[in-house]
Nanobody, 124 residues
Framework: QVRLVESGGGLVQAGGSLTLSCVAP????????MAWFRQAPGKEREFVAA???????AYADAVEDRFSISRHNTKHTAWLQMHSLKPEDTAVYYC??????????????????WGQGTQVTVSS
């Protein structure tokens, strides 16, 4: 059973910052991409950011200038630094892993493993 553990969500005022963490403590992935998705109430899950094993990154247009994704390969850990948060960033944020992947995909259907989600709430 693959387990992804997320942390770092919470309540923050608009303009504030949060950092989310995702770790796969017992896993040994091979050439994998780590990504963050989010889902707001009544909306579909959407791509936020991803990072490949070689360090390539991709961002959704809505967050590109405000969020930063990074990872530590040997620790199977990824972080999502979120700055200048807006109320529309409010959502449950999910960590995901696509194993055996060298290129970043933005489609949720490509990802093999998912975390349980962490709530981010941005107040106006």
């Amino acid at each position: 059973q693959v387990r992804l553990v997320e942390s770092g969500g919470g309540l923050v005022q608009a303009g504030g910052s949060l950092t989310l963490s995702c770790v796969a403590p017992e896993q040994t992935f091979t050439r994998y991409v780590m990504a963050w998705f989010r889902q707001a109430p009544g909306k579909e899950r959407e791509f936020v950011a991803a990072v490949s094993g070689s360090g390539n990154t991709a961002y959704a247009d809505a967050v590109e200038d405000r969020f930063s994704i990074s990872r530590h390969n040997t620790k199977h850990t990824a972080w999502l630094q979120m700055h200048s948060l807006k109320p529309e960033d409010t959502a449950v944020y999910y960590c995901a892993v696509e194993n055996y992947a060298a290129r970043i995909s933005c489609g949720a259907e490509r990802y093999d493993y998912w975390g349980q989600g962490t709530q981010v709430t941005v107040s106006s």
